[in-house]
DNA sequence: TCTAAAGTATGATTTTTATCATATATTTCA
DNA sequence: TGAAATATATGATAAAAATCATACTTTAGA
C-alpha cells in the first residue's frame, strides 16, 4: 500500500509528537535508533518532510527535529500526500486509470468505499489527535516497545 | 496495495473468465492487446498461472489459454497469494511486522477492519462468480472498453 | 512430414525504490 | 574563536519490480 518511505514518515512523526517539543529536540540518529529504521533515508525523508512544514528542525547542539504546534495540526495524509503523492487513495485496485464509481472495475464495488472510509479518517484527524489517542489505547510504533 | 503483476493475473483471469472456454482458447497475444499490458511480461505470468493451475493452456495452433471448470471454481485470493504471497492482507499498514489486534500500531484500528472484510470477500467468491457478477453490473477490465 | 502458431523457459535490461556515504553549512558552548 | 554536534545537500550504490528479448518445444493442419 504505502511505501516503506510514507511509513518511516508516520512513524517519525507520530513519534515526534508523542516524545518532542520545541525545548526538546531529537536527532536523527535517535529517532533511527529508537523505531529501528535506517538511519540515512530517514535523514532524508526528514529533511522532505521538514521543507514542506510537517516537522520543524534546528541545527546546532542541542538541535534536531520536533513538532511545532502548527505540526501538529497536519494529518496523516498530509504526510503521505507529500511522499508518495495525493493519488495513492484514488487509486483503481486493479490499475485501470479511469475507475471511478460511474466506470467501475470488478472490484471497485467492495474496495471503494473502504478507501473512501480511511482516507476521511487520514485527511480529518490532525497528527495531534492520532497521538493522543495513541496514547490512551497504548499503541506501538517500533517493535522495541513490545519487548518486555 | 498490489503490485502490476498481481493486477494484470487477476484482470486476465477475470477476462478469460468471460471470453474463453476450452473450445475457445485465446493466446497471449490477444489478451495483451485487448487488456493494453506488456505481452512478454503477462507471458510469463500466465506461465506461473498454468503451472499453479489457476489457469488451462494448450500449445500449438489454435491454443491459447482458457479457464477451465476448475479454474473457476478459484478465488481472487488464490491468484493474489499465488503472485504476490500470501501475506499481502496480513501486513501492517505501518509496517511493523508484529502488528495485531493485542498490540495494535496506531493505525490498526481503522485499517484492520476493511482488510479483513476485502480479504473475506476475495476469498469466498470464485472467479466464476465474480465474472457472473461483472457481466451483470457492467463492469470493465481495460480502457479500450469505454472508448464509445 | 513440413511449417507455422502457439506456449515454455530463461536470462538481460530498465526503471523504481530503498539504502548508503560523503561533504557542507549552522549553531551552541567552552 | 574554535571544536563538536547537529541538520542539509547531493550523489553513489544496491535491491526489487517491471519489462524486453531470444531461443526452444509442442502440435494442428496442409
New binding site residues.
Given amino acids: 500500500m504505502l511505501?516503506?518511505?510514507?511509513k518511516?514518515a508516520i512513524r517519525s512523526i507520530l513519534y515526534l509528537a508523542t516524545n518532542s517539543s520545541e525545548d526538546h529536540?531529537?536527532?536523527?540518529?535517535v529517532?533511527a535508533e529508537d523505531l529501528e529504521?535506517?538511519?540515512?533515508?530517514l535523514?532524508?525523508l526528514?529533511?522532505q518532510l521538514?521543507?514542506n512544514k510537517l516537522v520543524s528542525?534546528?541545527?546546532?547542539?542541542?538541535?534536531?527535529?520536533y513538532l511545532s504546534a502548527k505540526n501538529r495540526k497536519k494529518s496523516l495524509w498530509d504526510i503521505i500526500k507529500c511522499i508518495d503523492g495525493g493519488e495513492k487513495f484514488n487509486q483503481c485496485f486493479l490499475g485501470l486509470s479511469e475507475c471511478n464509481d460511474v466506470n467501475p472495475c470488478p472490484a471497485h464495488a467492495i474496495v471503494s468505499p473502504f478507501k473512501k472510509q480511511i482516507l476521511e479518517n487520514f485527511r480529518d484527524k490532525t497528527i495531534g489527535q492520532y497521538a493522543d489517542e495513541s496514547l490512551e489505547k497504548g499503541t506501538y510504533l517500533t517493535l522495541k516497545e513490545l519487548e518486555i
Fill in positions: 511505501s516503506n518511505a510514507s518511516y529536540k531529537i536527532s536523527v540518529k529517532i529504521t535506517p538511519q540515512s533515508f535523514a532524508k526528514l529533511q521538514t521543507t528542525s534546528a541545527k546546532g547542539p542541542h538541535g534536531g527535529f
